[in-house]
Structure formats: structure tokens, C-alpha cells
């Protein structure tokens, strides 16, 4: 089967490419999701009637409906879709996960976004402005997708990253110690490719290239690195120690992830 693929950066500027979800992906998944909405909503109500008086009144009845409406179209899904980081029942069946922008896990808001939307988007007009956005949007989002800054991505679909900067010895215990903002994609994206084709520039442009790079780097370290280093090795050791942190990170949401929601998959 074929995708379309879009292309994420991370946070160490390695050039990913993601297979985004196709429509019919996304539609099939939606129906599975309608199903399982519908099962939900039944036993909610079902539960709700349990608990109400033998014969409630109007008003009663009336806001019943509607808490158990925006428990079913929205609270569930939201809640659901926050703890497995993007995932629906549909969604799990044709393994698809819904991610950011960037790339990184959705959060409650835009979780809870994507379903508020989805009861005009879906529920109210039958899907027809999803299918309309998914034709016309790069990465066949959805409304909700638009609003939240969202997309749905395809997990069955191996990627491959590339070598890693390594730290040059030396550098290791400042930049382990420096305070390391998250470097902008598109910057760390051009010092990854600067560090990898410097090689082949002309040495005054390696030269000027490089100090241009550091300069614009260094507004997310602090301190300053030691006098005397060339800035592609000070280059190299931020980026790598990006990376070693963003994997850090990664391990530790893992486990958290692992203690909230029993996940099994938590990396060594």
C-alpha cells in the first residue's frame, strides 16, 4: 500500500519521514469509531437510567440527554485518545496514531479540541466537511485536525534514522552541564546537514557557514562554551547532546506511560 509521506524533524534536526494516513484509512477508522461511540453511548445511558427516579421529570430527562451526550462525543474520546497518545478504537485497528505537528504525542487540549469539533464535523453533518478537508489538506486532516494541530499517521511502516552526531571528547562535561533549550526544527535541521556536507564547501564558506550556525545556536545554551573550540565541534556536541536528552525524555515518559495505562513496551 502506499502513503503519503510527510516529512518530521526532531528535536536533534533528524529529517524523518512519516507515512500520514490516507483517507481511506482515516474513514475506515472513523466507522470503527462510530460503532464503538455508539456502543459507549448506549451503555452510558443504560447506567444513567439505572440511577435516576422511576419516573423523572421533563427538565430531568432533558439535561440527562445532554450530559450524556458530551460525556459520550466528547469527554470519552478526549480522555481516551490523551491516555494511549493518540489512538481510538478505530485507530487501533488499522493501526493509525493521531500526533502534533511536530510529531510529538497529542495533549488533553487538543484531544478534547479534535472532539468538540467533531460533534459538528462528524455527528452533525455526517462526516461531510472531514471528507472535504481530508481532500484538500496535505497531510488529509480533518477539521478537528486543523483547529488542533493534528494529523494522523500510519504505524505499520518501519523508519530508519541516521547517524547520530556524536559529542567531541572534551566538550562532553559542558554541554552536559549547560542549561540545552529545545533547538528550532529548521535550525537544527540546517547545522545536521552542515555538519554532514561541510566537507565538500569551500573552506571560507565552511568557516563562515559554521560561526553563522553557532551564533544562531547559542541563545539556547548556556553557559557559553569554552574559548577555542571550532564551532563545528561545538555544533556537534549540542546536537548530540540534544539527542541524548530527547531520548531521556522519551524513556522516562515510557515508563510513566507504562504505570497509567499498562503499557508493556517501555524502552530498556
Known sequence: MSYLREELVTGEGVAVELPV??????GV??????????VAGGLIGL??????????????VSSLVIVVTVVTLVAVPAAFETLTRGKSPGRY??????????GGPVTARQATLRALVAVVEIWTTGGGPAFVSGL???????????????????????ITL???????????????????????????LAI???????????????????????AAALPYVAPA?????????????????RRRRDADRMVREAAFRARVVGDADVPE
Request: hydrophobic share 45%; proline share 9%.
Open 21 to 26: 494516513a490516507t483517507l481511506v484509512q482515516r
Open 29 to 38: 477508522s472513523r466507522l470503527i469509531d462510530l460503532a464503538a461511540t455508539v
Open 47 to 60: 447506567v444513567v437510567l439505572l440511577l435516576v427516579p422511576a419516573e423523572p421529570s421533563e427538565a430531568v
Open 93 to 102: 485497528a488499522m493501526g493509525l496514531r493521531v500526533v502534533r505537528d511536530d
Open 136 to 158: 484538500v489538506t496535505v497531510r488529509t486532516k480533518r477539521v478537528g485536525d486543523v483547529v488542533a494541530g493534528t494529523y494522523a499517521i500510519s504505524e505499520r511502516h518501519a
Open 162 to 188: 541516521g547517524e547520530p552526531s556524536r559529542c567531541p571528547p572534551g566538550l562532553e562535561g559542558w554541554v552536559r552541564s549547560a542549561d540545552l533549550a529545545p533547538i528550532p526544527v529548521g535550525l537544527g
Open 192 to 214: 545536521r546537514q552542515f555538519l554532514a556536507r561541510s566537507e565538500r564547501f569551500d573552506p571560507a564558506a565552511r568557516e563562515r557557514t559554521g560561526r553563522e550556525l553557532l
Open 225 to 241: 562554551p569554552p574559548p577555542g573550540w571550532h564551532p563545528e565541534y561545538v555544533l556537534a556536541a549540542i546536537l548530540a547532546d
